[in-house]
């Protein structure tokens, strides 16, 4: 029987007509295979994964598999984005085993759920050095019937030897100069100077190591970091990662040009990228960076909104190409015979040249990503809004990609962030208001009164799995953000409730934090991963809020919490600087500080608007801003502030020491600029 028909997540629904047998994780999934006396399938995935999306149809949908699997095996599937903790675990296994890892993640357990065999992806049939998944299956039965001890011993050893594997810790001294000038030196080494970003294919968007980057040159000038930030945004922005028409980034390039994009697009990385090219536009006045930002957080707004009011996961990489084939990226791509269909064989031309589709194609079967091409000259800026509006409309005449519509607490407080800041930068009350809203979905549904959060939700009812580390984090970040923007202090109340949560469950006597609470489910392991991957880590994120609020607040134990969990950034800084961005970003707000602006005026007031729109776009890394009125309580920076002589006034201060208070916009400028 299979058991997922009543999930939550799109994910395990998509596979409740399988004839497998699935059962959810959970304790009665391990009782049944140790009352069955066989191993457990787990296969974890998520529902935007164009090769999970394969094997289902491949070999889940397969009958002939599914009645083998039936009969040796107790089969387990897992959304790795409702149980970030379960993936993580058996993640570690595999990559430890096996050197590399990803989705579909295939992984044979004992009913004790000690893994004793590994894999990712199998083709029904061996292929390409890959064994057949059938193949697999009979091997492993074979040794369970037949080396029953000798797989025991492989799964004890496993579990031994994950056990001794600790994060990268070395020392407890807070980064500085030195840490970050090894981390920069580290990034120019492996920054593509040609086609911008790091390394090689696939490319994936750096967002952390962009938001340090900008970070670092706003603390210290350094015009290395900004130029490789700008000149990354910029190639990102032109390339076929970047939807052309409807805004928003695809989740990697599959090549170093950012050419062709794997089309899935998530949730976090647009609100992470959204942020990044605000904060460039705040720091360069560049037009791009201002059309882009804005035309992301109008994608997460747009094409993400939960009628609850929170953001929905992802977006599909696959759609219907037409013909009843769902095809990766069928929604995205144009041959120019589409073109001309669409705009006439004129305006078809122009198309094809100014967004580079070719007759040969830059993807599959003659089709090309749309792009924007270096070097195109001086184009009719009202004919390109009029080709674009019309492909557009075009496009939402296709089959449109599916919706992973689970609101994921750790990624809508990255959404928060982001459209909080870009609304407030550039005008967009309806952009705050998206930020406002998504936050109160977060506070009914998801957290109760003690601070302690739901990892996600679905149609306005909360799933049954405990928040992580990320999640209290990230949504602490955005409530903070969104404390700045507003000047309501109840969001700062809230990030207080959830960091105590973190200080109290997920913080080890010796400071390094867990990316479970300490009254979670026990796993083979307690996961604790410090290193940024997709998504700020939970410990870096974590800490980068702690200093927030302590800032906010002068409270002493989230700051001494915060400086502890940094020391892992020194430890990584320059060996790994790709994978600790945001732990750098946070770094450079140590050590800037970060500034604290207290804006005291009249709601209402022309000039404390305008005193609070200076403090909102200093570019000061990890600067924190409180709005209200003179002898208002909402928040702790305000207390005994008062205006100046009846006027709105702006207080800044560093490292317990403040300057005098000033209604000067551009006074408050120059206090909040680098050396200020």
């Known amino acids: 029987m299979n058991r997922l028909g009543d999930a939550t997540s799109p994910?395990?629904?998509?596979?409740?007509?399988?004839?497998?047998?699935?059962?959810?994780w959970g304790a009665e999934a391990f009782a049944e295979a140790a009352r069955r006396g066989v191993p457990v399938l787990l296969s974890v995935g998520?529902?935007?994964?164009?090769?999970?999306?394969?094997m289902a149809h491949e070999s889940f949908e397969d009958e002939a598999t599914a009645a083998y699997l039936n009969e040796h095996f107790v089969s387990v599937k897992v959304d790795r984005e409702e149980r970030p903790d379960v993936d993580a675990v058996y993640m570690e296994a595999v990559q430890a085993a096996t050197g590399q890892g990803g989705w579909p993640m295939t992984v044979f357990l004992t009913a004790q759920g000690e893994p004793f065999y590994f894999g990712t992806y199998f083709p029904p049939k061996a292929r390409q050095g890959m064994p057949g998944f059938m193949d697999v299956l009979r091997g492993v039965v074979a040794a369970w019937r037949?080396?029953?001890?000798?797989?025991?011993?492989?799964?004890?050893?496993?579990?031994?030897?994950?056990?001794?594997?600790?994060p990268v810790y070395e020392g407890r001294a807070l980064p500085g100069e030195a840490e970050t000038g090894a981390a920069l030196l580290g990034l120019?080494?492996?920054?593509?100077?040609?086609r911008g970003g790091f390394g090689g294919a696939p490319k994936f968007p750096p967002s952390m190591v962009l938001e340090f980057l900008l970070r670092h040159h706003a603390r210290t000038g350094a015009e290395g970091a900004l130029q490789m930030a700008r000149d990354t945004c910029e190639a990102m922005a032109r390339g076929g990662i970047y939807d052309q028409l409807g805004g928003g980034f695809a989740r990697y390039s599959v090549d170093r040009e950012w050419v062709v994009p794997h089309f899935e697009k998530m949730l976090y990385d647009n609100a992470l990228l959204a942020r990044v090219y605000a904060h460039l536009w705040r720091a360069t006045g560049s037009d791009l960076a201002r059309r882009v930002a804005l035309e992301t957080a109008d994608f997460i707004v747009g094409e993400l909104a939960t009628d609850e009011g929170g953001f929905a996961s992802a977006l599909d990489a696959d759609s219907d190409d037409g013909s009843g084939r769902h095809a990766e990226g069928a929604y995205y791509v144009w041959t120019p015979e589409q073109l001309a269909a669409e705009l006439g064989e004129a305006?078809?031309?122009?198309a094809a040249d100014y967004f580079g589709v070719t007759e040969d194609g830059t993807f599959e079967e003659g089709a090309s990503v749309l792009q924007l091409p270096q070097g195109g000259g001086v184009v009719d800026a009202g004919r390109v809004a009029s080709v674009r509006?019309?492909?557009?409309?075009?496009?939402?005449?296709?089959?449109?990609?599916?919706?992973?519509?689970?609101?994921?607490?750790?990624?809508?407080?990255?959404?928060?962030?982001?459209?909080?800041?870009?609304?407030?930068?550039?005008?967009r009350t309806d952009l705050v208001q998206a930020a406002v809203d998504a936050a109160d979905l977060l506070v009914r549904v998801h957290m109760d009164g003690r601070g302690r959060l739901t990892r996600t939700s679905r149609d306005g009812v909360a799933g049954a799995n405990d928040g992580v580390l990320e999640d209290y984090a990230d949504v602490a970040e955005g409530f903070l953000a969104l404390a700045s923007v507003t000047g309501e202090g109840v969001w700062l109340d809230f990030a207080g409730l959830l960091l105590d949560s973190v200080l109290h469950h997920f913080t080890g006597d010796d400071g390094t934090l867990y990316d479970t609470a300490d009254d979670a489910e026990t796993l083979i392991r307690r996961p604790q991963d410090?290193?940024?991957?997709?998504?700020?880590?939970?410990?870096?994120?974590?800490?980068?809020?702690?200093?927030?609020y302590a800032a906010h607040t002068g409270a002493e134990p989230h700051r001494s919490a915060a400086e502890r969990a940094l020391g892992v950034v020194g430890a990584l800084a320059g060996?790994?600087?790709?994978?600790i961005g945001w732990g750098l970003a946070v770094a450079e707000a140590v050590l800037d500080g970060p500034r604290e602006v207290a804006v005291v005026g009249d709601t209402g007031d022309p000039l404390t608007a305008e005193l609070h729109r200076t403090a909102l776009l200093a570019a000061a890394p990890g600067v924190v801003v409180a709005v209200g009125e003179e002898g208002a309580g909402e928040f702790p920076l305000l207390y005994r502030r008062a205006t100046r002589g009846g006027r709105a006034a702006a207080y800044v201060c560093r490292n317990f020491v403040c300057d005098a208070p000033t209604s000067d916009p551009r006074t408050l400028r120059s206090q909040l600029r680098p050396g200020g």
């Open 46 to 54: 998520y529902s935007a994964c164009h090769w999970c999306h394969v």
């Open 347 to 350: 305006d078809g031309r122009f």
């Open 575 to 579: 060996r790994a600087p790709r994978f």
């Open 188 to 194: 120019t080494r492996e920054y593509d100077a040609r």
């Open 530 to 548: 410090p290193t940024d991957n997709a998504t700020p880590s939970g410990w870096t994120a974590a800490a980068g809020a702690m200093l927030t």
């Open 389 to 427: 509006e019309r492909l557009l409309a075009a496009r939402a005449r296709r089959p449109r990609p599916g919706r992973d519509d689970k609101v994921v607490a750790a990624w809508n407080g990255l959404a928060i962030a982001a459209l909080a800041e870009t609304g407030a930068y550039f005008d």
């Open 11 to 24: 994910y395990l629904l998509q596979h409740a007509d399988n004839p497998v047998d699935w059962w959810p």
């Open 146 to 166: 037949d080396r029953r001890e000798e797989v025991a011993d492989v799964a004890a050893r496993i579990v031994r030897d994950l056990a001794d594997r600790g």
